[in-house]
């Protein structure tokens, strides 16, 4: 899961814990465990765990 990898990649550069981040999105322990397994989330969601560690989601138009 690359998006499990950033965000744990993130986490670690920034010395950020799983509960800081969980506090810090507004999420609990599980929304994140599954976010980071691949069983899904929400956009929102997504957003708010980038946030907790520094980043933004951003959606933008492809150019094929």
């Known amino acids: 899961n690359e998006i499990a990898?950033?965000?744990d990649a993130m986490q670690s550069a920034k010395g950020v814990s799983?509960?800081?981040v969980?506090?810090?999105a507004g999420v609990t322990?599980?929304?994140?465990?599954n976010l980071k397994s691949g069983k899904g989330t929400?956009?929102?969601?997504?957003a708010s765990v980038l946030g907790a560690i520094g980043y933004e989601l951003w959606v933008m138009p492809r150019h094929d």
């Not at 929400?42 to 997504?46: G, H, K, M, R």
């Open 5 to 7: 990898k950033f965000i």
């Open 18 to 20: 799983d509960k800081d």
């Open 22 to 24: 969980c506090e810090r």
């Open 29 to 33: 322990r599980a929304t994140l465990c």
């Open 42 to 46: 929400t956009a929102d969601t997504l």
